[in-house]
């Protein structure tokens, strides 16, 4: 059997990795590589078809693109088991006996005992040698690098390299065949030392280019991570808008129910009193025959005969009545029936749809306390309509249009607001804002606001996040404060005069009435929609369901028109068309809807209150 010298002695390395063979494949030029060594190499390839021998720059196809489909190279595979297996022998020791190698010296080619290593290391002149652990060879790890000797000259030893031919040589074979041939000879020891600065300088070049291709990876990290908190974001903003969506649907829905509600109850409020009048005549009807009926038991005279005529004559004029007015009581479920509800799909709105068949009317006409008082009005929180007064107070009116409460007797009222706790937010005259708990008492909080001669009046409205937002016409701008009050977090400049200023309840957006038209904003102050027209003037409200509703108003004729608009302003329907004033002396009005669904207009002088009829 060989020994492990001789079978090292073999070329059992591979070309490309130097080390033993590892799952050696044989390539169609019978060049033999580490698959592993090959499917590197076979990365780097133009064509992922077939591979290049390093060596001999043939092509050999690669089967399905797997290199481990190549063939493997079985004997040398043999070979390469069979070295692992070997244990090598010392190959300094003059005795018969053969000791187990534990080393390799690179230097000088040999295999030592542990005998022999502790001579060679402590024998001076060879103190520097390139000593390798057997375990490291057998694994693979370190390479041997064996002493060349000419195959033509075994004596001497391949100290030159013919660059012509790609080898090394002996100094003889230089001189017979390479020289005489015209071929270039170098020194082998330089030969290296050029190939060693090669390898360097594509060392440097690699470590070069892996760093940039790390920092490659690391920015594709980056982006991947900016992509991944964009896409997050995007799902947060879906997910908020869809939380918007439903509560507008919700909304909506509550809305449409409450017009239900009161169309049922305005229909079964006449269906009571036809009911409570045909059960008085019924009463009536009865009573009055009982009464005739005794006439029947005893034969009648003098005053109990004319009563009796009398009674008989007066059931007869009753019972000569018209019957009950079926015709009527038809007609009641007749307009019922004619009422509808259209559903609706629209771009960007979610409006669920619309009841249709009926109409809306003034159903309550009030008078306010004092004339050309009125400032501003707006929905409280137990859906009641709150009304300032600049001449001191707020008139807090039922949907019925009772007045239920007034508040604030002492206060010139140019402005109010709701927080979601139930506070609220007054602007005064000298535009200064105040706090007020829901039992109207005022807090300790102050706001550093403009004064009235430095930025004028305006409108006031809390948003969704209960930021208060005060308008100032002198200076075309609007600031922002929170309700912990100092000064404004954010200002915003309008191209406009701020005179009213209405927030919707599932954007940040805000409606701003202006002398001449209706203006949409964003959360930045950014005109988004316009709205406005020549001949009449027009004052909005946003609706729990963030639709608008505005009133268009010809002053000269006293005649009010309300329709109903998308967030974006996009025309939705008409609600009623030119009810009829009393027209004020001044030039305001303001317009809201209540909790339950009917709309407050105000007049300086008057409440009118609409609702589905």
């Known amino acids: 059997m060989a020994t492990f010298h001789q079978i090292s002695s073999q070329n059992l390395s591979c070309p490309a990795c130097l080390t033993l063979f590892n799952q050696p494949k044989s390539l169609t030029c019978s060049h033999i590589f580490c698959k592993d060594c090959l499917q590197q190499i076979f990365q780097t390839q133009p064509s992922r078809q077939t591979i290049t021998c390093p060596v001999c720059r043939k092509q050999t196809p690669v089967p399905s693109g797997d290199v481990s489909k190549l063939q493997t190279n079985v004997p040398v595979n043999s070979l390469v088991d ?3 297996t070997k244990n090598p022998v010392c190959t300094v020791c003059e005795t018969d006996g053969k000791q187990p190698a534990v080393s390799y010296c690179q230097d000088c080619g040999k295999y030592m005992c542990e005998s022999c290593e502790n001579g060679h290391k402590n ?28 195959k ?3 004596n001497d030893d391949e100290e030159y390299f013919c660059t012509k031919c790609r080898e090394y040589i002996c100094s003889k074979c230089g001189l017979v065949r390479h020289l005489q041939a015209g071929h270039q000879i170098e020194e082998a020891a330089i030969h290296e030392e050029n190939l060693k600065q090669n390898i360097k300088k594509l060392q440097d070049r ?14 594709i990290k980056t982006q991947r991570d900016e992509i991944t908190n964009m896409m997050r974001r995007l799902n947060d903003d879906i997910d908020k808008t869809y939380e918007e969506c439903m509560q507008l649907l919700s909304t909506r829905k509550e ?21 409570e009048e045909s059960r008085q005549t019924f009463s009536h009807v009865n009573g009055m025959e009982e009464l005739v009926a005794k006439g029947m038991k005893v034969p009648l005279e003098k005053d109990a005969l004319f009563a009796h005529d009398t009674l008989c004559e007066n059931l007869k004029r009753f019972l000569e009545r018209e019957d009950p007015d079926d015709k009527s009581l038809k007609g009641v479920a007749e307009r019922a029936q004619k009422i509808s509800f259209r559903k609706e799909a629209k771009v960007n709105e979610l409006r669920l749809g619309e009841l249709g068949g009926y109409t809306w009317d003034v159903k309550a006409d009030v008078e306010l306390p004092s004339k050309d008082s009125m400032t501003c009005a707006t929905c409280a929180p137990d859906g009641k309509m709150a009304v300032g007064s600049v001449n001191g107070g707020i008139h807090v009116y039922s949907p019925d249009g009772e007045i239920q409460q007034t508040v604030l007797k002492d206060v010139s009222v140019w402005g109010i607001g709701f927080l979601s706790d139930g506070e609220s937010v007054v602007r ?23 004064s009235y001669d430095e930025g004028g009046l305006g409108g006031l409205t809390v948003d969704r996040d209960d930021d208060i937002y ?13 309700p912990r009050g100092g000064k404004a977090v954010r200002e915003i400049s309008c191209e406009f005069k701020p005179c009213q200023l209405f927030s919707f309840h599932t954007t940040r957006n805000q ?12 959360s930045e102050g950014t005109k988004k929609n316009v709205l406005k027209t020549e001949d009449m003037t027009a004052f909005p409200a946003v609706c729990r369901d963030d639709s608008v509703i505005v009133a268009w108003v010809k002053r000269e004729e006293g005649l009010v028109s309300i329709d109903q608009y998308t967030r974006d302003l996009q025309h939705l329907c008409n609600l009623i068309t030119d009810f009829k004033i009393v027209k004020p002396r001044i030039v305001w009005y303001y317009l809201q809807e209540f909790e339950s669904g009917e709309i407050a207009f105000c007049t300086p002088d008057r409440l009118y209150i609409i609702d589905a009829m």
């Not at 690699?206 to 920015?219: L, M, V």
């Not at 005060?470 to 929170?482: A, D, E, M, R, S």
């Open 82 to 84: 069979e070295v692992k």
């Open 123 to 150: 024998w001076k002149l060879v103190s520097n040698h390139k000593m390798v652990a057997m375990s490291d060879v057998l694994s693979g790890k370190v390479p041997l690098e064996k002493r060349r000797k000419c």
């Open 152 to 154: 033509k000259h075994p």
């Open 206 to 219: 690699a470590k070069s280019k892996k760093t940039t291709i790390e920092n490659h990876i690391d920015f």
């Open 255 to 275: 809305t449409l129910k409450c017009q239900v509600k009161r169309l049922s109850e305005k229909f079964e409020k006449e269906l009571q009193t036809m009911e």
């Open 428 to 450: 005064d005259g000298g535009n200064n804002i105040s706090l007020y708990t829901p039992q109207w008492g005022e807090l300790n909080v102050a706001f550093e606001t403009m």
């Open 470 to 482: 005060v308008g100032y016409v002198n200076l075309k701008k609007i600031q922002v404060f929170t």
């Open 511 to 522: 409606i701003v009435a202006v002398p001449s038209a209706i203006v949409c904003l964003d």
